[in-house]
């Protein structure tokens, strides 16, 4: 049996627990898949009677330890399933509790429901008013919860319902009950929504695995930037880029194995055609080139070759990157070579001169008592961090 995932999120004592309670009924128990991931335990609920599973994120609010420790539990368990690569445990819907006797939304609780479900960034969401028990007011409550959304950019165009509920059968007074109201509204609402719940949790997955490979990938191009600061560095002539050759194709090999392109003849060539553009192409000729000519360099000769020598490094994983990537999320294929070749070369001949003119600008002002290579490696480091 297949399940959508529903997570609930809101302060202890609003009303939760009862709430999915109602939801899943009385055959409601705890899903095998109840899970103790990042240090936290998460209750997963399920039932036969209905068509999603409810993992509940405990609570929310209270001391700021204790939002520090839920919100760290639904990261860990976002980041460690998506990492499992099993879509049965995305997040599909989240249920946004807010009590309905407070009448307000509290901002903090928006912000941590933000930090908490950062994996899960397209998915809609749906708030429910707890306790509402004055039918007069809900109105007003709805209007304030879609009023406080619209101030969070990050998740109003995510917002796909707001509904009051009484998950239970309240007595305000000796005579005067208040029926439950509103669940029969939230399961409708829930399954409405999890068609483009599923679509966009696999685009959220796919998102972070690229977030992932693209902080890994950039750590290694920082490695062979700094590798390629102590080549340039050494007193030899350095007419063009063919002494990088060996960092480079390291580099390319290294970024090809963690983004999955293969070993095939397909992949062998355009592995091939990035290291040409890299070394003996115009492209990177005219580079060099181009970043020996700046004016005003007050620099020795042998950091202003490192300084070149990092930057090349930098500039063909950064658009060796790019190319790996678009192949990754299928937009382009191995096959691909004039657009590879395109691409890099455009990384060599525009970008490549405006961050290494600026670089090698910066060493001017480094401390007579530092190590300039240290400080080239440090400069060309930060501006592969800072990449978007």
Not at 163 to 177: G, K, M, S
């Amino acid at each position: 049996m297949g399940f959508g995932n529903v997570l609930v999120i809101g302060s202890s004592g609003i009303g939760k627990t009862t709430l999915i309670k109602a939801v899943l009924g009385p055959d409601m128990r705890i899903a095998p898949a109840t899970s103790s991931k990042g240090g936290q335990r998460l209750e997963i609920y399920e039932s036969l009677s209905v068509p999603f599973r409810i993992i509940d994120a405990h609570d929310m609010g209270g001391s700021f330890l204790a939002r520090q420790l839920s919100i760290r539990a639904v990261k860990n368990w976002s980041k460690d399933n998506a990492l499992d690569g099993n879509a049965d445990n995305d997040i599909n819907v989240i249920w946004f509790c807010v009590e309905g006797k407070s009448r307000k939304l509290i901002r903090q609780q928006l912000a941590d429901l933000s930090r908490a479900t950062d994996v899960w960034r397209s998915v809609p969401v749906i708030v429910v008013i707890t306790k509402s028990y004055a039918a007069t007011e809900r109105e007003e409550n709805i209007a304030l919860v879609r009023e406080q959304f619209a101030r969070t950019r990050r998740r109003a165009e995510n917002l796909k319902a707001v509904i009051p509920v009484v998950a239970d059968t309240y007595q305000l007074d000796e005579t005067t009950f208040v029926a439950p109201e509103g669940i029969p509204e939230l399961i409708a609402a829930t399954n409405e929504a999890m068609p483009e719940g599923v679509r966009a949790a696999g685009e959220d997955i796919a998102s972070f695995s690229l977030k992932r490979r693209r902080a890994v990938a950039r750590s290694i191009v920082a490695a062979s930037a700094t590798a390629g600061v102590a080549v340039g560095a050494v007193p030899l002539p350095f007419s063009d880029a063919l002494i990088l050759t060996p960092i480079e194709s390291a580099l390319v090999n290294a970024l090809a194995t963690l983004y999955g392109i293969g070993k095939g003849s397909a992949a062998k060539k355009l592995l091939g055609t990035i290291l040409e553009v890299g070394t003996v192409s115009t492209a990177a000729k005219a580079a060099i080139s181009a970043l020996k000519a700046v004016p005003g360099i007050n620099v020795a000769a042998s950091v202003l070759n490192a300084a070149i020598a990092g930057s090349i490094v930098a500039a063909i994983g950064e658009g060796t990157m790019r190319v790996f990537e678009r192949i990754y999320v299928g937009e382009k294929t191995i096959d691909d070579l004039d657009w590879a070749r395109e691409l890099v070369e455009s990384r060599l001949s525009k970008e490549l001169v405006a961050q290494g003119t600026k670089i090698v600008g910066k060493l001017s002002g480094v401390s007579a008592g530092a190590d300039p290579l240290k400080a080239v490696a440090g400069l060309i480091s930060e501006a592969i961090a800072s990449k978007q």
